[in-house]
Structures are given as structure tokens and as C-alpha cells.
């Protein structure tokens, strides 16, 4: 009872990360939780799941768990959706031999009748014995089952790395393997005794790499080479990076919300000074916090800090803007600068500053930034007909402990 509430402790307190959800895997699989405390703690991960991760599926939250059930000692190195599937990858370095790779241990998680067990990898399982002894393949089939176990040994071999041919995995299910695969019986059984084609889908990690790769593949007795493969997909979707993902789009929709509540809002009021002669503002949506504070007035300086529920500092950045023509002043740069920050996020540039370019009367306002959220640099400027009137400068991106 103690080690599950630690692990809904840490759910409730800690940032979602792939890294929290490895650690759930370690503790859970250190032997201190029955079923019923699982039950419990996956509550209380599904709420977190969808809180932070909303375009996580309902099926991709319960495969997560599956990795987390089953996942071992080790913890999860990442979790790759695919075609409806997921691969959970583990990380094992053998501490026996510094030279040796590191081995990527991985444990499917299929879509509910998507994806069967590996038996038709299984040449002598699922075709002389499965198929064979029952009587639904004829005799002459037993011929060319040879040539069709090379065939699909050579796509293992070049599009897996794998050279130790599957048929010893053939069991009633896959899901304690590297493979998934995707077939109809009764097409396979009717290809192979009238010499028609038939088509499979096979999924499986890549030998010593955290990578998965689906193949279609059509196969027809009736052409020289049997088996063709007709697509590839590679296009897996990493855990790791839906994560990063998502905690990127609620940052950027909050600093939006966040920058026109606050300075580029006229109306905003100011807080109380958190430094000595500093101008702040503040803005909070219950869970993350925005501070701006500054000092200065045509020429001025600052920091924006973006806060997490727990208080704990997450991004930042600093920034510094002069005025070029001394005849304006802090009020003449307000009005031509606020209506241009209001405009945050009305356009493809990262919600720091304004858009990429905005006309108010005889001001033009642009803005260039490069880099991403998590590591940034940017150019504000001001012209007024012919005459550059002001310009600031701002870097920043995550902050990380």
C-alpha cells in the first residue's frame, strides 16, 4: 500500500514525462503491488494521461499500461506507436562486455483483433502442422514452402537486421514477441492452393534499434518470386515525442493567452513590484503562471517566467528593446508597440513577441525569431517611414533542474 501511494503521489505532483512513466515501471514490477493496487494507480494514470496528453487515444492510454504491467526491472526506454500497435522498448546494457550493443528489449501491445500471434512466421507451426495435418493445404503445397520460408527469412534479414529466422517464436500469441502480423486464414489458405494472391501485414522492431517498421506484403505462387513487398512504413510515433508535443501546444496556447492578459493589454493592471523599481505583471490560468517583470521606460529591460502547476520554473525569456529616436517617448513606444504584441499567435511565428510583420498608421512592426520554444532567438523592430525608431533583442527556452 505504501509503494502505490508513492506512485499516485508522484502521478498528482510531477510533470508527465516519459521518464515518470519508466519509473512506474520500475516499481510497479518490484513486486510490492497486486492487481487491485494496479487497478487503482491506472485510474489515476489515465486522468494524468489525458490531462497532459489529450490527443493520446483511449486504446494508446491502456497499451501505456500494458508496458507499465509488463514492463520489468528495467523501465521503459520509450513506447512506439504504430498502425494501431505499440512496441514498448526496454534499454539493457550488458555491464558483462563494454564492447558489447546494447540490446532493445520490446513487447507488443496490439489493437483487439488487428493483430494476431507470429504463427504464420512459424513455417513449420502454422503450415505443416496448423494447416498440413488438418488437411486444409494441399500436398503439392508441402513443395514450395521451402522457397517461401527463404523468402521471408530474406525480408527479415533486409529490412530487420534480423538474421535468426522466426520460426522459433511461433506461438499462440504475439504478444510477448517481436512481431505482429496482420493476415486472414482463409485467404492465405485458398492463395496457397489455387495460387492466388493474398496479402499480410508484418510490424517488428529492427535488430538492436529503437525503431519499428511495418511491411505489406502481397504474396502470389504463381509469379517467380513470391512474396513482394508493396509498402513501407517507418513512420512510427514515439511516446517521448507526443509528450514533448503536447507540452509545447498547452505552453504555446497559455503564453498567448498569458501575453495579451498582461503588458500588450492596455488595460492590464500592474502587480506589485517583485524587485526594486521593477514593472510586473502577472497572469494565471489555476495551473501554469506567467510573470513579467521589467525595468526601464524607452529603454528597458526584462523577463518573462512561465511556472508550472507546482510552482517550479519551466521556461523563460529575457529581453531588452531600445528606442532609437529620442524624440519619442515611453508612451509614443507603448501605443506603437501594444496593438503589434497583441497580436501573438495570429501567425506561424512562436508566440514570443508579435507576428511576423504588423502595420499600425505609420508604424511597421517586425519580428524574427529562429530556433524553437525550448531554445530561441529573436529581433524586434519598429520603423517609421524610412527610420528604424526601436529595436529589442530576447534569447531564451526551457529551464530544466
Known amino acids: 500500500m505504501e509503494l502505490l501511494e508513492e506512485l499516485v503521489q508522484k502521478l498528482e505532483t510531477e510533470e508527465f514525462s516519459l521518464k515518470l512513466i519508466s519509473w512506474c515501471t520500475i516499481m510497479f514490477n518490484s513486486g510490492e ?9 491506472s485510474e489515476v494514470f489515465r486522468k494524468k494521461a489525458k490531462e497532459n496528453c489529450p490527443v493520446l487515444t483511449d486504446e494508446q492510454i491502456e497499451q501505456i499500461l500494458n508496458a507499465i504491467y509488463w514492463g520489468g526491472g528495467n523501465g521503459l526506454e520509450d513506447v512506439l506507436f ?14 558483462w562486455c563494454d564492447d558489447a550493443p546494447i540490446d532493445y528489449g520490446v513487447y507488443f501491445h496490439g489493437p483487439s483483433g488487428e493483430y494476431k500471434g507470429t504463427d504464420f512466421l512459424d513455417t513449420t507451426h502454422f503450415f505443416y502442422y496448423h494447416l498440413a495435418i488438418s488437411k486444409k493445404l494441399n500436398e503439392s503445397v508441402m513443395e ?13 534479414v533486409n529490412y530487420y537486421n534480423n538474421h535468426d529466422f522466426p520460426e522459433q517464436l511461433g506461438t499462440d500469441s504475439a504478444f510477448s514477441h517481436f512481431y505482429a502480423i496482420s493476415y486472414n486464414e482463409d485467404e492465405i489458405i485458398n492463395g496457397l492452393n489455387n495460387k492466388t494472391p ?37 513512420n512510427a510515433k514515439r511516446l517521448s515525442d507526443i509528450i514533448i508535443q503536447c507540452r509545447h501546444d498547452k505552453l504555446i496556447d497559455f503564453l498567448v493567452k498569458a501575453k495579451k492578459q498582461t503588458y500588450a493589454n492596455g488595460s492590464a493592471k500592474k502587480v506589485k513590484s517583485s524587485r526594486l523599481n521593477s514593472s510586473d ?15 526601464g521606460g524607452t529603454d528597458f529591460i526584462g523577463e518573462e517566467v512561465v511556472y508550472d502547476e507546482r510552482q517550479i520554473p519551466i521556461w523563460a525569456m529575457n529581453y531588452y528593446g531600445v528606442t532609437l529616436n529620442d524624440d519619442l517617448g515611453e508612451e509614443a513606444v507603448d501605443d506603437a508597440l501594444r496593438p503589434a504584441l497583441m497580436k501573438v499567435g495570429e501567425d506561424d511565428v512562436l508566440p514570443l513577441r508579435g507576428p511576423k510583420e504588423f502595420v499600425n498608421g505609420e508604424y511597421k512592426y517586425t519580428f524574427e525569431v529562429t530556433g524553437d520554444l525550448d531554445k530561441f532567438k529573436g529581433e524586434e523592430s519598429i520603423v517609421r517611414g524610412n527610420e528604424k525608431v526601436y529595436s529589442l533583442l530576447c534569447h531564451g527556452g526551457k529551464i530544466r533542474r
Not at 144 to 156: G, T
Open 33 to 41: 503491488m497486486d492487481n487491485n493496487d494496479f487497478k487503482k494507480f
Open 144 to 156: 514450395i514452402l521451402p522457397q517461401l520460408r527463404d523468402e521471408i527469412n530474406d525480408i527479415f
Open 281 to 295: 505583471y502577472e497572469y494565471t490560468d489555476g495551473k501554469m503562471t506567467y510573470h513579467d517583470t521589467y525595468f
Open 82 to 95: 504504430l498502425d494501431g500497435g505499440a512496441f514498448a522498448i526496454t534499454k539493457h546494457e550488458n555491464s
Open 198 to 234: 493474398f496479402n499480410v501485414s508484418i510490424m517488428c522492431r529492427v535488430e538492436n534499434e529503437c525503431r519499428v517498421i511495418k511491411l505489406d506484403i502481397n504474396c502470389n505462387l504463381s509469379n517467380e518470386k513470391f512474396l513482394t513487398v508493396t509498402s513501407v512504413n517507418e
